[in-house]
């Protein structure tokens, strides 16, 4: 299966939205937003950020030929500490290690565009799958609460900054 990865761009800004909406319908225990108050939101809050162009805060996209399947943003919490956010691979395109993928492209823009030092998410317990996966991509558990809807779990990734000695 030939899956790319990019960010999304404002003509993308539709099919994000029927992705996200989803998401959240299919998988209310996975999100803190809900689906029938987000349908409601004329444009949702990372549509118009998709529409203007933010790099602080991007959605990476996953297509399969021009259809979206898969989600993943990264938005700025402060100068060192960036954050994984509405995280989605559609069911039938699960377990082909797409998140996985999308994941690294997120690790990677935090690094080198964002140049923070750590990067962040939230899971719910229940979610195993989505918790097996970002462990395979490198992320830990951390006792961290702070910003978490009650019930979550945070999950961290370090990255390594190279030093370069003269």
């Known amino acids: 299966m030939d899956i790319k990865y990019r960010t999304l761009k404002p003509e993308d800004s539709l099919q994000y939205r029927h992705v996200r909406l989803e998401s959240l319908k299919l998988h209310p225990e996975c999100f803190g937003a809900k689906y029938l108050e987000q349908i409601n939101i004329q444009t949702l809050y990372f549509e118009r950020l998709i529409q203007d162009g933010y790099e602080s805060n991007i959605m990476l996209g996953a297509f ?98 190279l030093s370069v000695s003269f």
Request: aromatic residues 8%; glycine residues 8%; hydrophobic residues 40%.
């Open 64 to 161: 399969h030929g021009n259809k979206l399947v898969g989600l993943c943003g990264v938005t700025e919490v402060s100068s060192d500490v960036a954050e994984i956010i509405q995280m989605y691979v559609e069911s039938g395109y699960r377990g082909k290690s797409i998140g996985v993928h999308l994941l690294s492209l997120a690790k990677q823009y935090a690094s080198t565009e964002l140049n923070v030092t750590t990067l962040k998410l939230a899971v719910y317990p229940e979610n195993q799958s989505a918790i097996r996966s970002y462990e395979k991509s490198g992320f830990k558990m951390t006792a961290s609460t702070a910003d978490l809807t009650e019930g979550e779990l945070c999950m961290v990734f370090e990255i390594e900054v």
